[in-house]
């Protein structure tokens, strides 16, 4: 864990690439690099995020956790009217999104920062969320997943929603066991390709 996608500054030396994805009816060309995850294109569990959903509807800020190199946000902010804020301990993929969102002319209503950055700035200026949308670090471990949705399920406004996708094989069930008996009540929105998506919900 000492040098990974989840490392605030990856050794490996910084390479860029081009992919094109395919979101939402949206063709959107964007730049990885890597010791990022998902450093050569949209991994499977991402994939089944964004084809088993729909954009947001009705929301207006969106938090994009642990975004990466901008995937998840971009396709949300490129298909709708919808603010959108990335977090990510990895300051390449902060950089990444950033550059990403600039290259699709989308920096009017998409920002990124590292988890310092956005929680100071939420704290500040009282900023809630009306939905999160993650593909989970699960390999980081149960514990610090944990401290992880801990940490941000709270920014979610009354009634707000959390989407994220998670493994079958990585303990998606447990996890949505848990949130429950923490009181974030969560269902299974959809089921494929060994992936599950999951619904948190925010008690009003």
């Known amino acids: ?9 990856p050794a490996v030396p910084f390479e860029r690439h081009r992919v094109e994805v395919d979101v939402w009816g949206e063709r959107l060309t964007m730049t ?6 998902s450093h050569d294109g949209l991994d499977h569990g991402t994939a089944v995020l964004l084809r088993e959903t729909q954009p947001p509807s009705g929301a207006e800020h969106v938090l994009d956790l642990g975004c990466g190199w901008g995937v998840i946000g971009l396709a949300v902010a490129a298909t709708t009217d919808v603010r959108v804020t990335g977090v990510d301990v990895n300051e390449r993929a902060v950089l990444l999104a950033r550059e990403n969102a600039a290259a699709l002319g989308l920096t009017d209503r998409y920002e990124a920062g590292t988890p310092e950055e956005v929680l100071a700035a939420a704290a500040a200026s009282g900023t809630t969320y009306d939905e999160i949308w993650s593909n989970p670090p699960i390999r ?15 920014l979610l406004a009354p009634g707000g929603r959390a989407v994220m996708v998670v493994g079958r094989n990585l303990g998606a069930d447990s996890l949505q066991r848990w949130l429950g008996e923490q009181g974030w009540p969560t269902m299974r929105l959809a ?4 992936f599950r ?4 919900r925010r008690p009003r």
Do not use: N
């Not at 980081?140 to 997943?145: R, S």
């Not at 998506?197 to 948190?200: K, N, S």
């Open 32 to 37: 990885t690099g890597s010791g990022v995850f």
């Open 1 to 9: 864990m000492s040098d990974h996608y989840f490392s605030a500054d």
């Open 197 to 200: 998506v999951l619904e948190t």
């Open 191 to 194: 089921s494929a390709k060994g």
């Open 140 to 154: 980081i471990g149960k514990q610090a997943l944990h401290e992880l949705l801990l940490t941000w399920l709270p």
